[in-house]
């Protein structure tokens, strides 16, 4: 038996696609300085990535913190108190489970609270119970292996249009900000977010600059010296510019990108009697790059002289992405049961389980839960809190989109305003940040070994030239030319077909070679 030697074609692949799940449990004593607990107004469990890191087998190893905010009133005043703590964990996962990795994969992690209990043991304990999870995404590109084919074997090709070797890297950087307010002393920050931007990508010379900046909103409440509570709030936001060069080895200005920066880890801290916020943030920056090519992918192959063998797998091989953006609108309703709203201290949404799938009307779902909350008082001057979970589901126009095609997303809150309607109650707009990136799937089935058996040749009639066959099946020249053991260009120029994949019936004269 001859082995065919190989060459070999890049094809992203997802190894890892998990959910890494971690409790929560805190029991918490007020300091002397705190007054007792009357009512808890909210408590929110809050997951970051400390750190993360892939080691050259696959094993990851992920550092979280969970930041653990409680707000609550005293029995007497309408001031707001706070408790900040942190959990932090450490959890492993194998991201190699499919096979050995060739090299580093591209890891996303998307961090969220699935749920949170909290309950006052005593006007001086609280009890906090709940569960965050971590989904793990990892791609890897990974090579599949095809046979050359040689001169002497008749080859069937399909050529298709697909990705070359995706090209990726990542850089982590820490960001130091201190954020000047103007406010005369700032007792704790009731909540936050950030919003990342890219605003320039550049490659030059092996290497990608990339420019961004990240918007800090912030609601923080005025101290109250007498007692250490807030009755007063203030929004604060800010724009942080980040910039990172990337080394990628082999990109040049004929590649596709695609950027991204988000937030692993953010923590704001006041300073004590100033109207300073210390801001801290873990950024990753992270740049893929594709090109098209053209394969010629062997699907099928024969020998006219001896017996062949084949095996062959079907391969999923995705074109060049395209990209979509699309700022989404979601207005919501809320309403309050502890009386008539006075005024909003601050709204906030965020779209948790989000879904993006391609449908049969050439366009592609978002779907998921919008999250969304609202700070403030009511006419008493007594502070409330509103939270409300929405499903959300919006179609996007997107042409050339098949059941087969592959998307990959992101999609964040990155703005969210209110208005107060004549019944009293909130009318909350949520903007929506969708970017996709759309790959088509073609499925072929291709050639995976070849081996020719030298030691059965094909039995062979020298007795006629010609040899006659009538098809009424619609095959083509390839077909029939196997068949028959012949070659497909003897059988065109013999029956002078022009068209090879033309569908033949009738008679059809097979030539002897």
């Known amino acids: ?51 993360y890191n892939v080691s050259g087998d696959g094993k990851l190893t992920l550092d979280g913190v969970v930041y653990i905010k409680i707000l609550y009133l005293a029995e007497k005043g309408n ?42 043991a005593s006007p001086r304990r609280v009890d906090v119970r709940g569960a965050v999870s971590c989904r793990v995404k990892a791609v890897a590109c990974t090579e599949y292996s095809l046979p050359e084919m040689p001169d002497d074997l008749q080859v069937r ?43 320039d990508l550049r490659v030059i010379a092996d290497k990608a600059v990339l420019k961004g900046t990240i918007t800090v909103n912030a609601l923080y409440g005025i101290s109250n010296p007498e007692n250490n509570g807030v009755v007063q709030t203030e929004k604060m936001s800010a724009d942080i510019p980040i910039s990172a060069i990337i080394d990628i080895d082999g990109i040049t200005d004929t ?45 099928d192959a024969y020998s006219t002289e001896y017996e062949t063998a084949l095996t062959t797998s079907a391969l999923k091989i995705a074109t060049e992405p395209r990209t979509i953006s699309k700022n989404i609108s979601v207005h919501t309703n809320l309403s309050s049961d502890k009386g008539e709203i006075r005024s909003v201290w601050d709204v906030s949404s965020e779209l948790r389980n989000a879904v993006c799938r391609p449908n049969e009307n050439g366009e592609i779902t978002l779907s998921g839960q919008l999250y969304c909350s609202a700070f403030g008082n009511n006419n008493d001057g007594v502070p409330f809190l509103i939270e409300k979970q929405e499903s ?38 949520s903007t929506i940040d ?45 077909s029939i030319a196997k068949k028959c053991g012949t070659t497909v260009k003897a059988v065109m120029e013999e029956n002078e077909i022009e068209d090879s994949e033309a569908p033949l019936s009738g008679m059809i004269i097979i030539p002897t070679v």
Not at 4 to 33: C, M, R, W
Not at 273 to 283: K, N, Q, R, T
Not at 450 to 473: G, H, M, Q, W
């Open 1 to 51: 038996m001859e082995e065919v030697n190989k060459n070999a074609v890049h094809i992203d692949e997802t190894v890892f696609d998990g959910q890494i799940e971690q409790g929560v449990e805190l029991s918490y004593v007020l300091p002397d300085y705190c007054p007792d607990i009357f009512r808890i107004l909210s408590c929110t469990l809050t997951p970051k990535t400390a750190s």
């Open 434 to 478: 969708l970017h996709a990136s759309l790959h088509n799937i073609n499925t072929v089935e291709a050639i995976n070994s070849v081996a020719v058996d030298k030691d059965k040749p094909k039995d062979k009639s020298d007795e006629f030239a010609l040899r006659i066959c009538y098809t009424n099946d619609s095959s083509d020249c390839w």
């Open 79 to 120: 001031e707001v108190y706070c408790v900040d703590q942190r959990f932090t964990y450490t959890k492993n996962a194998d991201l190699s489970r499919k096979g050995t990795l060739n090299r580093a994969p591209l890891v996303t992690l998307s961090m969220r609270s699935d749920y949170c209990s909290c309950r006052a």
């Open 392 to 429: 959300v589901e919006q179609t996007i126009p997107a042409p050339n989109v098949t059941a087969d095609t592959s998307v990959d997303f992101t999609a964040d809150v990155v703005d969210t305003g209110f208005s107060i309607r004549p019944d009293g109650t909130l009318e909350l707009n």
């Open 157 to 199: 090709q399909r050529q298709v249009s697909c990705c070359g070797k995706t090209l990726f890297a990542e850089k982590q950087t820490s960001v130091r900000e201190e954020i000047e307010t103007g406010a005369a002393g700032i007792a704790f920050i009731l909540q936050y977010g950030t919003v990342p931007k890219i605003t």
């Open 255 to 299: 590649h596709k990108t695609f950027p991204e920066i988000y937030v692993l880890n953010s923590e704001l801290t006041p300073k004590p009697d100033s109207g300073v916020i210390s801001c801290e943030m873990l950024v990753m920056c992270r740049v893929r790059a594709q090109t098209e090519e053209n394969a010629d992918i062997p699907t």
